[in-house]
């Protein structure tokens, strides 16, 4: 596992969570890096991403205004601040690394971590 996911939990309907990425035993400060979600019984889903600078950022509609990506290239971390999360946010979490260009496709990443669990009760 080279990237972990954490900070999923239980929240309700409103509340807010921020999730992070730790990278593990590899240096992934300079690549791209998103976050995916994928909730039961639907496929993968983009969530954002971001340049190696911090410069850029892509957000999926659904999140846009709500959720904000942010790196930290220091600590080598990437974090995901979810704020007014609905119950359609309910989904493990997956958080991603490509070495170049902010994609929407899962296919084009090629490192996920393990996910984190989030659950949004209304």
């Known amino acids: 596992v080279q990237l972990q996911a954490f900070g999923g939990g239980l929240v309700q309907a409103g509340d807010s969570l921020r999730l992070s990425c730790a990278a593990l035993?590899?240096?992934f400060s300079w690549y791209v890096k998103g976050w995916f979600r994928q909730a039961p019984g639907k496929e993968r889903?983009?969530?954002?991403?971001?340049?190696?600078?911090?410069?850029?950022?892509l957000y999926a509609d659904s999140v846009k205004g709500r959720f904000t990506i942010s790196r930290d290239n220091a600590k080598d971390m990437v974090y995901l601040q979810m704020n007014n999360l609905k119950s359609e946010d309910t989904a493990v979490y997956y958080c991603?690394?490509?070495?170049?260009?902010?994609?929407?496709?899962?296919?084009?990443?090629?490192?996920w971590g393990q996910g984190t669990q989030v659950t949004v009760s209304s």
């Open positions: 991603v690394a490509r070495p170049t260009g902010l994609t929407v496709a899962p296919e084009s990443y090629d490192y």
């Open positions: 889903e983009f969530v954002a991403a971001i340049s190696w600078s911090g410069g850029n950022t």
């Open positions: 035993g590899r240096n």
